[in-house]
C-alpha cells in the first residue's frame, strides 16, 4: 500500500504526477482548510503534508498520529512548532538555494522601486496625468553607489551583495549571528555592529528568519538611528520589524520609504496605513514567485516529502530537527 500524503495548496500538475506515483495524496480545498474539523479528519491516517505555510501546532499534531514528515513548499518554517515536531518525532523540511536569485532580485526590484519612487510614476503615466505635476517632485535617490546595510547575511543576502557590488557598486555593509570573512574578501563587504549599520545605510535590508529571538527585532529606537533620507526594505518575514514603530517612523519622517513584501499579517487588510503612503511599496508576498521558481520549489519539497514518508532522510531537513529525528 502507498503512504497517504495531504496537500494543502494546489501544486503544478507535473508535481502532483510525481506524488502520485509514490503516494496516494488528496489536495486541501478551501472548505476543508477553514474548517478544523474537516481538515482534522483528513489527516487523521496520513504519514506526510506538503505545505505552503500552514502552522503546525501541537493540537494539530495530536489529530495526526501517523505523521512522519512536514515538507513546506517554502525557505522559511516560522510556521513549524519545533520543539512539538521534536518531541513527536516528525520531520521538517523547506527549501533552501533554489529560491535564492528569485527572490535577490525582487529585493533589487523593491530597492529601485522605493528610492526611484516608480510604483508613483507607474500611476501617474497610467492615470493620464503626465505633463500637469512639476516633474522635480518625481525626482528620486541613486541606488548606484549608495550605501547598503544587510541584516542577516544567509543564502538570499549572498547573492544580493553580488548584485549590488557588481552591478549597481554599492558599498555593503551587513549584521549577522555569524561573520562571513569568505564574503568580506570575495565583495569588500564589513561587518558592522546593528546600529553602526542603521546609522550609515541608505537602504537597510532586513533578512532575517522569524525566529523568538528575531521578532520584532527591529523597533522604534532602530529607526530613530536611521537617517531622514534611509529606506527600510523587509523581503523576510513581516514580524521581524514591529509594524507599528515602522508606520510611525513613515508618518514622523524619520524615514523616506519603505519597500515591502511581507508583513505582520497577511493579507494585509483593505483600510492599512501602508496603502495610503505613497512612499511605501507594497508587494503582496511575492519574493519566490516566478513560474520556475515556484515549480524548482514545488519539486524539491515533493521529493523531501516522499523521502520522508519512505522512512529515508530528505535532502532538506530544516536545522532545528536533523539531529533527533534522523532515522
Ligand atoms: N518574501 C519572500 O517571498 C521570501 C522570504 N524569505 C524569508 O527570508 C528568510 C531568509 O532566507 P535565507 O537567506 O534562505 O535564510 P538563511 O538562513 O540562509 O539566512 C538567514 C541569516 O540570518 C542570520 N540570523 C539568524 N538569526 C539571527 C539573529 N538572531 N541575529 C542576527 N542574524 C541572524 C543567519 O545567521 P547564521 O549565518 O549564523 O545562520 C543567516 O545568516 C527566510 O527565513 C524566509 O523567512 C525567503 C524567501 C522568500
Ligand atoms: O516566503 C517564502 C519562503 O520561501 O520562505
Known amino acids: 500500500m502507498k503512504p497517504k500524503v495531504f496537500i494543502t495548496d494546489p501544486i503544478p500538475p507535473e508535481v502532483e504526477k510525481y ?4 503516494c496516494e495524496y488528496k489536495i486541501g480545498n478551501r472548505r476543508w482548510m477553514n474548517s478544523p474539523e474537516l481538515f482534522y479528519r483528513e489527516i487523521k491516517n496520513v504519514d506526510g503534508l506538503l505545505t505552503r505555510n500552514l502552522n503546525i501546532t501541537n493540537e494539530l499534531l495530536s489529530k495526526a498520529p501517523c505523521l512522519k514528515i512536514v515538507s ?3 525557505v522559511g518554517y516560522d510556521n513549524f ?5 521534536k518531541d513527536k518525532s516528525v ?3 523547506h527549501t533552501p538555494y533554489v529560491l535564492d536569485e528569485t527572490v ?9 522601486m522605493t528610492s526611484r519612487k516608480l510604483g508613483e510614476l507607474n500611476e501617474y503615466v497610467k492615470k493620464g496625468k503626465w505633463g500637469q505635476t512639476n516633474e522635480i517632485s518625481f525626482f528620486g535617490q541613486d541606488v548606484h553607489h549608495s550605501n547598503l546595510g544587510i541584516i542577516g547575511m544567509g543564502r538570499i543576502s549572498e547573492k544580493v551583495v553580488r548584485r549590488a557590488t557588481l552591478g549597481f557598486e554599492m558599498k555593503v555593509s551587513y549584521h549577522s549571528r555569524t561573520r562571513k570573512k569568505e564574503l568580506e574578501d570575495k565583495y569588500d563587504i564589513k561587518y558592522m555592529e546593528k546600529n553602526q549599520l542603521l546609522e550609515s545605510s541608505d537602504f537597510v535590508l532586513i533578512m532575517l528568519p522569524l525566529t523568538t529571538e528575531t521578532y520584532h527585532f527591529i ?4 529607526f530613530e538611528l536611521m537617517q531622514p533620507t534611509s529606506y527600510l526594505i523587509n523581503c523576510s518575514r513581516g514580524k521581524v520589524v514591529d509594524e ?12 523616506r520609504g519603505a519597500g515591502l513584501d511581507v508583513y505582520e499579517e497577511e493579507p494585509i487588510k483593505i483600510n492599512h496605513p501602508f496603502l495610503d503612503m505613497s512612499n511605501v511599496i507594497t508587494l503582496p508576498h511575492v519574493g519566490s514567485a516566478t513560474k520556475k521558481t515556484r515549480l524548482d520549489m514545488a519539486f524539491k519539497a515533493a521529493e523531501n516529502l516522499v523521502a520522508g514518508v519512505y522512512n529515508k532522510a530528505p535532502e ?3 536545522q532545528e530537527l536533523r539531529i533527533s529525528n534522523i532515522n
Not at 535577490?104 to 529601485?112: C, H, Q, R
Not at 507599528?244 to 524615514?255: E, G, H, R, S, Y
Open 19 to 22: 506524488i502520485g506515483k509514490f
Open 72 to 74: 513546506n513548499i517554502s
Open 81 to 85: 512548532n519545533l520543539q512539538a515536531m
Open 91 to 93: 520531520l521538517g523540511t
Open 104 to 112: 535577490a532580485d525582487t529585493i533589487m526590484g523593491l530597492i529601485i
Open 219 to 222: 523597533g522604534k529606537e532602530d
Open 244 to 255: 507599528k514603530a515602522l508606520i510611525n517612523a513613515l508618518q514622523a519622517n524619520k524615514i
Open 316 to 318: 532538506n531537513i530544516v
